[in-house]
């Protein structure tokens, strides 16, 4: 079964950081692009980064130079370290597979930011 | 940056109906489009890309058609289990992505 598995989030405070796995199992994970997608309670989607199978790195204005995406074929794993949080990056994280098209979802980890 | 903007944000509509979801680009994205559908509590769930195409195992009274900026999703027959939020996500600025706000349908 095609599988993507969140974990790492957590509270943290404004200007910590957490690091964000994602473990992946049932597909040939050294062959595709993934994602980090999130989502704010009752908010919409917001694509997050990119890691294409080469290890090169995309993100979106708002968390670039404080995010980093980083993949470890060996271990079937994507990670996602964040710096410098804020409260607007409370959400919940999700991992998802594809090079545009996101064709498998995790089922998220939750990241609140709070003093 | 390219701005996806979904219409209606919200909709109500019954058991049986044709209910039609509209996405706009704020410029040309080529047939560049993905539909998502997601329900309370769940990750999002593939249902077209490139405007048109039906994801495997996606039930085919789901729908997609447009070009250049204007894209819809239809929905012919709604099914109790159709009730949930979609968003469109073009990937025409590709490797840069964006998402619709979204549209949420609800039972009448």
């Known amino acids: 079964e095609v599988q993507l598995v969140e974990s790492g989030g957590g509270l943290v405070q404004p200007g910590g950081s957490l690091r964000l796995s994602c473990a992946a199992s049932?597909?040939?994970?050294?062959?595709?692009?993934m994602h980090w997608v999130r989502q704010a309670t009752g908010k919409g989607l917001e694509w997050v980064s990119a890691i294409g199978t080469a290890g090169d790195p995309y993100y979106p204005g708002s968390v670039k130079g404080r995010f980093t995406i980083s993949r470890e074929n060996a271990k079937n794993s994507l990670y996602l370290q964040m710096n410098s949080l804020r409260a607007g990056d409370t959400a919940v994280y999700y991992c998802a597979r594809g090079r545009d098209v996101m064709d498998v979802w995790g089922k998220g980890t939750t990241v609140t930011v709070s003093s | 940056d390219i701005q996806m903007t979904q219409s209606p944000s919200s909709l109500s509509a019954s058991v049986g109906d044709r209910v039609t979801i509209t996405c706009r680009a704020s410029?040309?994205?080529?047939?560049?489009l993905a539909w998502y559908q997601q329900k309370p509590g769940k990750a999002p769930k593939l249902l077209l890309y490139a405007a048109s195409r039906l994801e495997s195992g996606v039930p085919s009274r789901f729908s997609g058609s447009g070009s250049g900026t204007d894209y819809t999703l239809t929905i012919s027959s709604l099914q109790p289990e159709d009730f949930a939020t979609y968003y469109c996500?073009?990937?025409?600025?590709?490797?840069?992505?964006?998402f619709g706000q979204g549209t949420k349908l609800e039972i009448k």
């Open positions: 049932g597909f040939t994970f050294s062959s595709y692009d």
């Open positions: 410029q040309g994205i080529s047939n560049s």
């Open positions: 996500q073009q990937y025409y600025s590709t490797p840069m992505y964006t």
